[in-house]
């Protein structure tokens, strides 16, 4: 049968060719930061990265995982509940636990299982998941995963929000679902309102703090922290593997009863293995850093202010954002690709963003600040867009 099968995909895959849909992968060569090199030999200015705080190759991580493979060995062969926990998975859960001002924290592979793994253990049939319509992927699948009634609402819009409430209230127990802040556009959920309305109706609250933990918020505790409501929420996922060192794993985060059932039934839980202990131990160093700190959290809200601001006066389309990400709207899928390459020419890395990852008609370049950035590499790559920009017709 293959033959058939082969020749079928071999008609889609050029299909996205044609399209100008198709992702080609870079390959890097030294150590993830804001200059990076590639195997080509070229050097260049790394703006696509979550690397948010500039931890990826931080020095204290990378000596403190490399102290747990002296204590701890390389990985734990096992899944948690079996002989898969260490003292290092417990330490990082706790101290997730206490950045954020929750009752428990679990550990995941990557915030991917974490949000896969979060609705069907704790919602039946009799109950209902209310979710943002651009709600990462990941929050998505793990919503199709559970047997609850599902509402959609218009993204960071309250008004539908509390429509999608009332119906809702047909079912036992309810959740409004939202990103912090949605990857694709840099925007910040509006979490006040949501939890005034949550309140109004009767509903829980999961917030997906993956690209807003480490960004956003005066010390960097996220959504919560910047409309003033820890504990507010009885749901918190993120990830390691942006703002906090880059590497891998995920978490959830929240009520003590709600993290115990997850212990218990949540699938990739119970049948993925446990994080390597060098991952656990590093991540326990970037919560004392954040926790001592927030230079790169004052860094990171400077750098985005200036580079968001210098690429507004350029005339480019910029959507609004109060996070690290700011999307350059360019609407063509391939505009988006040649944009990009040209811009490697300048030494400026970044990717073009088009259909399936965002809605077609909405290609896009997504530059993404870190702390890492100086200013120099700011104006280089508001000097660099600058050129291409006119040089492609897109600016005057």
Not at 17 to 30: C, D, F, H, P, T
Not at 280 to 293: E, F, H, L, Q, S
Not at 374 to 380: I, S
């Amino acid at each position: 049968m293959y033959k058939d099968y082969q020749k079928h995909l071999s008609t889609i895959l050029k299909e996205i060719k044609e399209a100008g849909l198709y992702k080609n992968e870079r390959i890097i060569v030294s150590p993830q930061g804001a200059e990076i090199e590639l195997n080509t030999g070229q050097k260049v200015l790394n703006f696509c990265a979550n690397n948010y705080l500039g931890l990826s190759s931080n020095p204290d991580l990378i000596e403190a995982a490399k102290a747990s493979l002296d204590d701890h060995g390389y990985g734990m062969s096992s899944v948690r509940f079996i002989c898969g926990t260490t003292d290092l998975h417990k330490e990082l859960e706790k101290k997730i636990a206490d950045f954020f001002g929750t009752e428990d924290a679990i550990l995941y592979a990557a915030c991917f299982d974490a949000n896969g793994g979060v609705f069907e253990p704790l919602l039946t049939e009799e109950d209902a998941i209310i979710s943002d319509s651009l709600n990462h992927a990941s929050i998505i699948d793990g919503v199709r995963l559970c047997k609850a009634h599902r509402y959609r609402y218009e993204n960071a819009d309250m008004e539908d929000l509390e429509k999608q409430l009332q119906l809702a209230q047909a079912q036992r127990f309810r959740i409004i679902v939202t990103d912090g802040v949605f990857s694709m556009d840099g925007n910040v959920a509006p979490l006040d309102k949501i939890v005034e309305l949550a309140n109004k109706y009767n509903s829980m609250v999961m917030v997906d703090e993956s690209h807003s933990a480490g960004v956003v918020g005066k010390t960097g505790r996220g959504v919560t922290e910047l409309y003033n409501i820890p504990g507010k929420v009885e749901i918190i996922t993120g990830t390691l593997g942006k703002a906090f060192g880059g590497a891998i794993g995920g978490f959830t985060t929240g009520k003590k009863e709600i993290i115990e059932i997850l212990r218990q039934r949540s699938r990739p839980y119970l049948f993925s293995n446990s994080i390597p202990p060098m991952v656990a131990a590093a991540g326990i160093r970037v919560i004392d850093m954040m926790t001592d700190t927030n230079a790169l959290q004052d860094k990171l809200h400077w750098n985005s202010e200036y580079f968001i601001s210098a690429m507004k006066k350029l005339g480019f389309d910029i959507k609004p954002t109060k996070s690290a990400i700011c999307a350059v709207m360019l609407y063509d899928a391939k505009l988006s690709q040649d944009f990009a390459l040209k811009l490697l020419d300048e030494g400026i890395y970044v990717t073009g963003f088009y259909y399936p990852v965002v809605p077609k008609g909405q290609a896009r370049i997504r530059v993404q600040l870190s702390a890492a950035h100086e200013k120099e590499h700011l104006d280089k790559a508001v000097k660099a867009f600058g050129k291409i920009g006119k040089e492609l017709g897109i600016l005057k």
